[in-house]
């Protein structure tokens, strides 16, 4: 388990796992915008699926933003993984990456409620 942990640490403090986190971010939030910015969303329904999808992506961002509080606050965690302090990538790649999903959870969530209704 502590192996796996340290692949995590490792992870998240590269510089090149940031710069595919922003790579990836970039079209996530340009597919986005175009998604809302389209005609035929300017309806109820499309508000109707859009806040539905709304609801569920920050559903994920708070038990997402909530696990990873309980994982950085952990002592045994802590103690066991980070030797030194964490830094700014470390910080940078989880606010990057939780951005990412979130911004993913959204973008399927809106296909998958279309399909739906």
Do not use: C
Request: glycine content about 6%; aromatic content about 16%; cysteine-free.
């Amino acid at each position: 388990m502590l192996a796996f942990y340290e692949f995590i640490w490792n992870l998240f403090s590269s510089q090149m796992f940031l710069a595919v986190g922003v790579s990836a971010g970039v079209p996530l939030t340009i597919i986005l915008i175009v998604i809302f910015a389209r005609k035929k969303n300017h309806d109820e329904r499309g508000w109707k699926i859009i806040g539905k999808a709304s609801i569920a992506s920050f559903s994920y961002f708070m038990v997402m933003a909530n696990v990873i509080a309980k994982i950085t606050g952990n002592d045994f965690f802590a103690a066991k993984l980070f030797i030194g302090k964490l830094n700014y990538l470390f910080y940078a790649n989880t606010i990057q990456w939780l951005y990412d999903t979130v911004i993913l959870v959204e973008i399927i969530s809106i296909q998958v409620i279309k399909k739906i209704e």
